[in-house]
């Protein structure tokens, strides 16, 4: 299947600082990518669609301000947790959906483990 | 929203078939989805489902749909130990594909 690569895998960062995770997709142009957020041993839950040249959408609950996502080309998206704080800890994943016709393929990344100190 | 439910559990012999299965609520969802979590990883897309369609085979794994109970489920067979991991049911019900996750099923393959 198609990849998704994100870096960095893990991060540990002091908390007030910012900490940004980029994802791309290696083999494909993705004009829409999604980022997720799982807590331990809880499901996924959907953050924001990450749209290429255009302002995010976020979901309902979610402080664009303080995830900012940025997708600057057809195969990278970034979220910058800004000021983080120990309740954003977290595994960050995104996901992005290959630009194919009859194909709903949706594929994820490896994951970003965030912890605040 | 839409809501997806999965049993959380599921033990399985190695070599055995394995179920999962997961009900949803949304009668609009286009695709069904089923990946897989192994610790500390992404998610692997296993298969996925287009809803006009009740069934997909591909290789030990079989996608059964049942639209009118809304009830997805995925057979493995002949189970081995490194399909233990976790297995997420999602759904989307519109042109963005935006997923719906249901909470997971942890399978565990004893020998």
């Known amino acids: 299947g198609a990849v998704v690569s994100q870096h960095p895998s893990w991060v540990i960062c002091k908390s007030g600082t910012s900490v940004k995770i980029e994802c791309r997709s290696l083999?494909?142009?993705?004009?829409?990518m999604f980022w997720y957020r799982q807590f331990p041993k809880q499901s996924l839950m959907l953050m924001a669609t990450?749209?290429?040249?255009?302002?995010?959408?976020?979901e309902q609950g979610v402080e664009k301000d303080k995830f900012l996502i940025n997708h600057a080309s057809l195969t990278l998206s970034t979220l910058t947790v800004t000021s983080a704080h120990p309740e954003d800890s977290s595994f960050y994943i995104c996901?992005?959906?290959?630009?194919?016709?009859?194909?709903?393929?949706?594929?994820f990344g490896e994951g970003s483990r965030l912890t605040v100190l | 929203g839409e809501d997806v439910e999965q049993s959380l559990f599921l033990s399985v012999r190695e070599g055995d078939s394995s179920v999962i299965n997961c009900t949803y609520t949304?009668?609009?969802?286009?695709?069904l989805y089923w990946y897989k979590q192994e610790p500390g990883a992404g998610l692997q897309l296993l298969t996925y489902?287009?809803?006009?369609?009740d069934m997909k085979q591909d290789q030990r794994l079989t996608v059964l749909l049942n639209k009118k109970d809304k009830h997805l489920s995925l057979r493995i067979a002949d189970t081995q130990t490194g399909d233990s991991a976790i297995y997420f049911c999602?759904?989307?019900?519109?042109?963005?594909?935006?997923?719906?996750f249901g909470a997971g099923t942890t399978v565990t393959v004893r020998a």
């Open positions: 996901s992005a959906r290959v630009i194919r016709e009859n194909t709903g393929e949706l594929f």
């Open positions: 083999d494909f142009q993705a004009t829409t």
């Open positions: 990450s749209n290429e040249g255009s302002k995010a959408t976020y």
């Open positions: 949304d009668s609009s969802s286009t695709y």
């Open positions: 489902i287009f809803s006009n369609m």
């Open positions: 999602a759904e989307t019900a519109s042109n963005d594909y935006k997923l719906s």
